[in-house]
């Protein structure tokens, strides 16, 4: 399986919960991959702690259509030598986290990207289409795969522009997931909290793959971002990291 679809499926697993974007895939690489494994996710709220999840993984590609876990899209790709720019027009979740605030909304985006033997970088814009939260996020983000036999890591670090609309949504408390939390009977029961500005996090993540056979692959993601003093002086949110972690197995057909 080729190193930038490894990737692929691991960040496309973490994207419905983090909002990380995928990376160009090599031109002509159409395939059907599904796997399992395990979501865990830290989360910065007050009370939440540490929260695992079962992940199915699925990335299918034919031609310029693509589905990779919570997106699908369109991609044009052009080589031009060792150099591979692409561009892709996408819909994706966005899942937000923390008990009584999870819910699932759609964004459209595009996403241009590069890739050589220097790493991948990638830029792109998405926005709310469910008329949710009306917002919007860019995302720069650097890559770099590096193959030992069949172990391939890939360290990356990323930064995420949240507008207001987009930081509150993700991160702050309304009265109603309060009263939902209430009615519940949590153990912990958090403020009304809004985010009222802008945020830019900075992320890092490291991918990790082995390849058991031609067709089987074992993955490792372990990932974290750093939060905005927007997000983390509220009075929801008790630290100022969050993190994810996923472990699968992934068959290539």
Known sequence: MPTERKNLLAIAAIASFAALPTNAQEPDDNHISVGVGALMIESPFEGEGTQIFPLPMLSIKQGPLYLEGGEVGVQLDTPLGDVIPSAQLFVAARNTVARDRQKITADAGARLALSSSLGDLSAEYRHDITGTFDGGEFILRYQL?????????????????????????????????????????????LPVAPITDSAMNLGGDITTTFQISERLTMIGVLGGTYLDKAIHRSAAIDQKWESQAIVGLIYNF
């Not at 030992?148 to 408390?173: C, E, K, W």
């Open 145 to 189: 795969p590096i193959s030992i036999g069949r172990v391939t890591i890939s360290p990356a670090a990323q930064v995420n522009f949240l507008d207001r609309a987009t930081a509150n949504h993700m991160y702050g408390v309304t009265a109603k997931q309060r009263a939902r939390a209430i009615r519940k009977g949590r153990d912990v029961i």
